[in-house]
């Protein structure tokens, strides 16, 4: 059965303090890892995909990594307004999401 | 109008009410999703249409019933719900059915009472 991890379910980091989140996972058969960000009161909003193992994509102070096993959003000195929920979905046999991690960068 | 709207953003019913949930897009995709999102769980793939059709349905309880009348428009056709199907349904789209690149509408809160 595919399933997907993250953690931790929570974050509070101090503005520029650097991080990462984990998303680790089982299918059978990756097609693709999906990061989105969602604000409160919003729908998530797409922010990368990963196809393979080693692959990696930046979008401003993100950056997202992938292995056979996990995937890392690392973001470097985050700023307030990171403040969000992230949330990684694998796509095997079907589409699974992640709960989430609720990130929190206080000034 | 821009990306993937929503109507109505919040709806409280009862029981026995019948209501139905729109989504529109304005990105010239030509697939749409239902997903539920409930407090601390995954968000959860309800219905996949790709060019109108529905090619998907993850054992979603017929007192939900989908429709999609052409590529811009899904509808979600509530009947006889029970309270814990209380949520925030999402729509989203993507531009073929197999890529997962989803643009999200801001949801429906529903309660259900």
């Known amino acids: 059965e595919d399933q997907v991890t993250q953690s931790p379910e929570a974050l509070r980091l101090q503005e520029g303090e650097s991080s990462s989140l984990n998303c680790s996972y089982t299918v059978s058969g990756l097609r693709g890892l999906f990061w989105y960000r969602q604000d409160p009161g919003k729908g998530p909003e797409f922010l990368f995909t990963l196809y393979s193992a080693g692959e990696e994509k930046e979008k401003e102070r993100l950056k997202a990594t992938l292995t056979k096993k996990e995937s890392f959003l690392h973001i470097t000195a985050p700023k307030p307004e990171d403040s969000a929920t992230y949330l990684c979905?694998?796509?095997?046999?079907?589409?699974?999401f992640g709960k989430g991690t609720s990130l929190l960068v206080t000034p | 109008e821009t990306g993937v709207t929503q109507t109505p953003r919040h709806l409280v019913m009862g029981m026995t009410n019948k209501k139905s949930l729109k989504c529109e897009q304005h990105?010239?995709?030509?697939?749409m999703y239902w997903y539920k999102q409930s407090a601390k769980k995954p968000l959860e793939l309800m219905f996949v249409y790709s060019l109108e059709e529905r090619v998907e349905n993850n054992s979603v309880p017929s007192r939900f019933s989908p429709e999609c009348p052409n590529s811009s428009h899904l509808f979600l056709h509530l009947h006889t719900l029970q309270p814990e199907d209380s949520a925030l349904y999402l729509c989203a789209s993507s531009q073929f059915q197999d890529s997962y690149e989803q643009y999200f509408g801001p949801g429906t809160r529903l309660t259900v009472t």
């Open positions: 990105l010239g995709h030509n697939a």
């Open positions: 979905a694998v796509l095997g046999y079907a589409l699974n």
